[in-house]
Nanobody, 121 residues
């Protein structure tokens, strides 16, 4: 399984970005997909996850970010609205073969390379 994330960039506070993560090979529809982020000098943290049945968000992004998936395209998305400078980080998509929600990075099997999101104030 290979994951490729893209869509990051530089945006002003209050702006929006849409991240995409395309998965190649492997069974996509039954897997849980997640987004994590890592800011400079900080640990990787959970952002959002999606299964075939539900979504789950970190409190810090709830109401601003939306995770979704298109199983026909083997792609997961992260729509990020009302961006804040503290959202600045390298964003990673990840796949969890056991298809339930998890907020723990260690429970995800495959990771993309990361895409950088920078929010200026």
């Amino acid at each position: 399984v290979q994951l490729q994330a893209f869509g990051g960039g530089l945006v002003q506070a209050g702006g929006f970005l849409r991240l995409s993560c395309a998965a190649s090979r492997g069974t996509f529809s039954s897997a849980a997909m997640g987004w994590f982020r890592q800011a400079p000098g900080k640990e990787r943290e959970f952002v959002a996850a999606v299964t075939w049945a539900r979504t789950y968000y970190a409190d810090s992004v709830k109401g601003r970010f939306t995770i979704s998936r298109d199983n026909a395209k083997n792609t997961v998305y992260l729509q990020m609205n009302s961006l804040k400078p503290e959202d600045t980080a390298l964003y990673y998509c990840a796949r969890r073969s056991y298809g339930t929600i998890s907020t723990l990075a260690a429970e995800y099997d495959y990771w993309g390379q990361g895409t950088l999101v920078t929010v200026s104030s």
